[in-house]
């Protein structure tokens, strides 16, 4: 080899050095950047599907400003101070790799097609004068392509009369791989306004809200166009997550527990009146 030839080598090998220096450097030095606004957006959807979200807001203050989370049970279906925020049993991706923080799902019940299911959740409250009036559950479930990943939003102040009287608030995505202009319309905003107020449950707590390619009463929307299966993802994601599997007993638990308590000034402001702890 030649030295003309030595001397571009050099210069090759150095130059992919420095390029992976500085590139990993960019991707250490904007991880944090990364995950803080990751977690922006995260919290933009839950304000959306609330119906508290103002475009050019601060997703933070907003979140802090309306927002309650609160940590769920799913084995006993009420809400639990075992675990505060941030713990690692309430980490989906942390939950899902760890036995003892998830349950297996069986093939018939595993509509959502996740395979497994956390043994606790956050859901987001929102009151306003004391009282419940909403309730942001996170949901997932398979598309097409993806895992879509969500928040659904109910309205809670028909909640006197019971199953029949939950209402759609608002459904968002914050991540998913489905095709642009296909299934990826989860995200248009035409297709999330046709949500807002369509009955979820029969008199039995039977879920019956769907997407349907002929939409005609209260429990369908409208499907999108091209993309029948991550349509039928959505149904079956809002089937497993609003049912007796998912945060369907919580939810009657949360009901029950809201007709038996006259809101005042001493009662405490994190829905404690169904709130365990497990020993």
């Given amino acids: 080899m030649n030295p003309e030839t030595k001397r571009t080598f050099k210069v090759a090998i150095l130059l992919c050095l420095v390029c992976s220096v500085v590139v990993s450097s960019l991707a250490v030095g904007l991880k944090e950047i990364q995950n803080q606004q990751k977690e922006a957006f995260r919290q933009q959807s839950i304000l959306s599907a609330a119906g508290k979200w103002e475009d050019g807001a601060n997703a933070a203050e907003l979140f802090e400003e309306f927002i309650t989370p609160v940590v769920v049970d799913l084995e006993i279906n009420k809400a639990t101070d075992l675990y505060e925020l941030g713990a690692d049993p309430l980490d989906t991706k942390i939950a899902d790799r760890t036995p003892e923080f998830h ?125 029948t299966l991550t349509s039928n993802g959505v149904t079956n994601m809002l089937r497993f997550w609003l049912g007796e599997d998912g945060f369907g007993p919580y939810l009657q638990n949360t009901l029950a527990a809201m007709a038996t308590t006259t809101p005042s000034t001493d009662d405490p402001p994190k829905g404690s009146a169904v709130t365990e702890s497990r020993n």
């Fill in 103 to 227: 349950d297996m799902l069986e093939p018939a019940a595993d509509v959502a097609g996740i395979k497994k299911r956390e043994k606790y959740s956050i859901v987001y409250e929102v009151r306003e004068d004391g009282v419940l009036n909403t309730l942001v559950l996170p949901v997932r479930g398979k598309g097409l392509w993806s895992t879509l990943y969500g928040f659904v939003a109910l309205d809670l102040t028909a909640a006197t009369d019971g199953a029949t009287g939950l209402k759609v608030k608002g459904l968002t995505y914050y991540k998913h791989g489905e095709t642009p202009g296909l299934g990826g319309e989860v995200d248009n905003p035409l297709w999330k306004a046709k949500w807002p107020g369509k009955s979820i449950y029969t008199d039995g707590w039977k879920v019956k809200v769907e997407v349907s390619k002929s939409a005609s009463t209260e429990y369908q929307v409208d499907a999108l166009s091209g993309a």
